[in-house]
């Protein structure tokens, strides 16, 4: 984007140089031919007088046209220095936002998915997730190696509902166990042991507790792997999130994102780098 | 401000007198991780024998047992081929070395789940370096402990209808729910899941880890497989700091019922030295006991092995120390209680029982079991022994005899002597015996040393979050 414009401008400071130099010449022209008319009207000595009168005015202009132009030369190289001053200002903030291979990026090798700002400690992302609570962009998140203390409350997130589904699922458990251990001693099959009653429930609490157990550990385990995004394929931001990196993840999915905008806001959050992250990134 | 250095100021580097808020000294322990580390040294240290090609050390440690894993595999199929017979087990001891090594191995796991769960829960942040390997120890602990009672049975392509309530043609006839070795059946299965998915929760962050690292795209492969996706959002984290609270809370109770249910084996039946009410809180502070005595023997190793010297300090093994001198104490509380109420009850069989521990045929495992479990652990009470590694592994090193020597005595002791004379006798280890119980620790260290190689021995997620962030930090770059 930027660097199109910056050819466009390059473009129109050549075109303005080349009309300034046709609208001196032209008025040169005019002046040297109404010069002439006059010579065949009055004698020669007053002619050539007028002539050498001309002759100096046209030196003078020529002169001064030639200044104008050494002028309008040298302000066309100050522009050009300084359009590729923006340009290289405007490629390296690219290149910070989308990585060294920005122009072959930049030629689309697949939709951004967000965009990632880094931070080293985590005092600094829960304070980056706070500010971007407050925003505007609602699907963003925090990448963290492990879990920060607090940050639940700075990104806006309520208390996980895990807890309802140990409970569901021990409830089952003990249900299934009740079921089972009733069902066949008292109804199924019922058999006398040691002259004890056919539903001897006191020697049912072990099986009753280690199925509730069973049942709530293992759903609960299996739900919350699901409910934190596995058993389908990661989009890993960066392989250093596992390692020492934060980052704060602002999604393309957002109704609000825009890139530029994105940009603008991560900047003011004092990160150490910021990348756009296309799909298949590498 | 006093330079010598007084013994209770060992393990807190930083110390000043006087500097308390009441006027006594102020202490400040030691970090949990030492020697400087950032976070991705922690990545580096413990994920690098994941990457690179096993020592001569790791080859042998690992050919030693697997050769042992072979007896038992070897001990197992003698015993299904020819009979249980080939074991020295006959009448009255019924119950030998099957229930000797199912009681030993689970009590071990004990330990683990201990640590991951109820040390958890205490909010000691002391066991983060040493909770992964004891997990581990737990499953593999579990693991063997199961083929015990399966292979017992003598034939254990039926035991699944022996102990599982599988629908047949028979009736049907179901299994009984009023039997204590039902119970365990239920106990024991739900333990090794439970710890299985304790375990394997705790290793996905980790195991993400090693996916990022990996540079083979095979390796990468499987790791991304086996981390099923994890990426460490916190909108992922929020879920899994909640579901391992709830496993922690489950597991805490599971762990108590699980050798609970064990001693009911036991208590429920007749026999005098089984038949006591104090059985399950033993049993559960025994498992407690031999399951760190364990993690102390294990641990040693691996943080010399793998350099983890910097991760699993000498505090940490001071702090498990203290467990085991508690716990040891628990044991001996319950051991002279024991005596005591077998005295107090006046039952002839019960007062019999007891001094023919001390002094009948089996006086040497009585002996073994009281002074490795009430009389060596005392050492611990001098911190000069807690803190040197060398005593402190030897000491474990008892306390695992020790431990496999109560259940030695509970099994066989209390069996082979009841309240009839005219049916006593004796119970001696054959080969069978031997490679049993020596080929079980192959076969156990056998998986605990693939486990090494594999997976992060430590949980570095964990260990990275009690880190001091604005030490431990990447320097950004100016």
Same mark, same amino acid.
């Given at each position: ?282 | ?216 795209? $095979? ?190 005595? $509970? ?68």
């Amino acid at each position: 984007m930027s660097e199109d414009k910056s050819k466009k401008t390059e473009s129109k400071a050549d075109d303005s140089e080349d009309a300034s130099n046709e609208t001196s010449e032209a008025s040169l022209s005019k002046a040297s031919s109404s010069s002439s008319d006059q010579s065949s009207e009055f004698n020669e000595g007053i002619a050539e007088k007028v002539e050498d009168v001309v002759e100096d005015i046209v030196d003078d202009v020529k002169d001064k046209v030639e200044d104008v132009k050494e002028k309008v030369e040298d302000l066309v190289e100050d522009v050009k220095e300084s359009l590729d001053d923006a340009k290289h200002t405007a490629e390296s903030a690219i290149s910070e936002v989308f990585g060294d291979e920005h122009e072959i990026r930049l030629q689309e090798d697949g939709e951004v998915k967000g965009i990632a700002a880094y931070f080293n400690h985590p005092d600094h992302l829960m304070y980056a997730a706070e500010q971007t609570r407050d925003s505007d962009y609602e699907k963003f998140d925090a990448y963290s190696p492990f879990p920060v203390h607090g940050m639940d409350e700075a990104m806006g997130l309520e208390r996980s509902w895990i807890p309802w589904v140990t409970f569901a699922a021990g409830s089952t458990g003990f249900a299934t166990a009740f079921g089972l251990q009733f069902g066949i001693m008292g109804f199924d099959w019922p058999m006398v042991f040691g002259g004890r009653p056919f539903i001897a429930w006191p020697s049912f609490v072990p099986i009753l507790f280690e199925l509730t157990v069973l049942f709530a550990g293992v759903t609960t385990a299996f739900v919350m792997l699901a409910a934190a995004g596995c058993f389908r394929k990661p989009f890993i931001i960066d392989k250093d999130i596992t390692n020492d990196q934060f980052v704060l993840w602002i999604s393309a999915d957002d109704e609000s994102f825009d890139i530029e905008d994105v940009i603008t806001f991560m900047r003011k959050l004092n990160p150490h780098k910021i990348r756009a992250v296309r799909e298949g990134h590498k | 401000m006093s330079t010598a250095i007084r013994p209770e100021q060992i393990g807190h580097p930083e110390f000043e007198e006087h500097g308390g808020p009441l006027g006594g000294p102020n202490m400040v322990r030691e970090t949990l991780v030492t020697g400087g580390k950032k976070w991705a040294d922690v990545n580096n240290d413990v994920a690098c024998h994941t990457e690179r090609k096993p020592t001569k050390l790791w080859w042998g440690a690992f050919l030693i047992s697997f050769a042992l894993a072979n007896l038992f595999f070897f001990g197992l199929a003698s015993e299904v081929f020819v009979g249980v017979g080939v074991t020295g087990i006959n009448h009255p001891v019924g119950w030998g070395v099957f229930i000797i090594n199912f009681v030993f191995w689970i009590g071990i796991g004990h330990a683990g789940t201990l640590i991951s769960a109820i040390l958890f829960l205490f909010r000691q942040n002391w066991r983060t370096a040493i909770n992964r390997s004891a997990e581990a120890m737990t499953v593999f602990a579990v693991m063997t402990a199961l083929v015990f009672p399966l292979m017992h049975t003598g034939r254990p392509w039926y035991a699944a209808y022996w102990l599982l309530p599988i629908p047949n043609g028979r009736g049907p006839l179901w299994i009984n729910f009023n039997s204590p070795l039902l119970w365990d059946v239920f106990a024991v299965s739900t333990y090794g899941t439970i710890s299985i998915v304790f375990w394997y929760v705790g290793l996905v962050p980790d195991i993400a880890t090693i996916r990022d690292r990996a540079v083979h795209p $095979i390796r990468k492969k499987i790791y991304g497989l086996m981390s099923l996706g994890w990426v460490g959002k916190n909108r992922g984290w929020r879920h899994y700091e909640t579901a391992y609270l709830m496993l922690a809370g489950l597991a805490t109770p599971l762990v108590l019922s699980v050798h609970t249910i064990v001693s009911f084996d036991f208590a429920v039946s007749v026999i005098p030295g089984w038949h006591t009410t104090i059985f399950p809180p033993y049993f559960v502070a025994g498992a407690i006991f031999s399951g760190f005595g364990m993690v102390l023997t294990l641990t040693i190793i691996m943080r010399k092995v793998f350099a983890l010297e910097d991760y699993i300090t000498v505090n940490h093994l001071e702090s498990m120390a203290k467990v085991v001198l508690l716990t040891s104490f628990v044991v001996g509380t319950a051991y002279l209680t024991e005596f005591i109420i077998a005295y107090y009850s006046g039952v002839e069989g019960e007062r019999f029982h007891f001094s023919n521990r001390l002094f009948g045929p089996y006086w040497w495992a009585g002996w073994i079991m009281y002074t490795c479990n009430m009389a060596i652990p005392q050492l611990l009470w001098f911190k000069a022994i807690r803190r040197s590694i060398p005593i402190l592994f030897v000491i474990t090193l008892f306390v695992n005899l020790g431990m496999w020597f109560e259940r030695y005595v $509970i099994v066989v002791t209390s069996l082979h002597r009841d309240y009839l004379p005219s049916s006593w006798g004796m119970y001696n280890f054959q080969f069978a015996d031997w490679a049993l119980t020596i080929g079980s620790a192959g076969f156990f260290m056998s998986l605990f040393l693939i486990f090494c190689r594999v997976l992060p021995t430590i949980c570095m997620f964990e260990v990275k979050a009690f880190m001091d962030p604005d030490k431990a930090a990447r320097e950004t770059e100016v």
